[in-house]
């Protein structure tokens, strides 16, 4: 509160140390970084290539409900990540695009290690690539379908990468103090 007046109503003037703009933009730029690797993962290796469904583990259409369901959740995350933005105060927007798609890294490559991980790895909801297991309806994992290894490496080693990529990145910009209004002004 600066001299009587609420906070909320003060003009959106934040500099680069301002922990609520960087949550702001680190937060809004993983909710799109996951809506976004959702989507590719859905669109690419659940329908286009037909590799795998979000759950294997039922019948045709119970996989087609569960691909449904993941495409309706990818979908909201990045609506709810694209609307974040919107509502952001452009003066907390303006220098900060490379923080933005720093925090998309992030929130994409998080989200590819975290399935490869949890829904591959330790849940076995499903492979990468089941098409290449030798029998496809079975409970597969990595155990009883090594075929797929290969597919799980690559799979987790570009979220890892893209991942790691944004964290360096965002931590390059927070530590350079370019990022955010104050640097805008400044050039």
Known sequence: MAAGI???????????????????????????????????????????????TFYWGTDQHGRILSDGLFH?????????GVYRLWQTPRDWMRGSGQ?????????????????????HLLLHVH??????CSVVDADNSIGSCPQDIPFEVVFTGIGLALLMGGIVWWRQRQASGEAGPTATAAA
Not at 7 to 32: C, E, K, M, Y
Not at 72 to 80: A, E, K
Not at 127 to 132: G, K, P, Y
């Open 6 to 52: 609420p906070r909320r109503f003060l003009p959106h003037t934040a500099d680069v140390g301002d922990p609520q703009r960087r949550r702001s933009v680190l937060l809004t730029g993983i909710a799109i970084g996951i809506g976004i690797v959702g989507f590719l993962d859905e669109s690419i290796l659940h329908q286009l290539l037909q590799w795998h």
């Open 72 to 80: 309706v959740f990818s979908t909201l995350v990045l609506l709810w």
């Open 99 to 119: 923080e933005l798609v720093a925090a998309i890294l992030i929130g994409g490559g998080g989200f590819n290690v975290l399935d490869g991980i949890v829904d």
């Open 127 to 132: 492979l990468v690539n089941e098409r290449v």
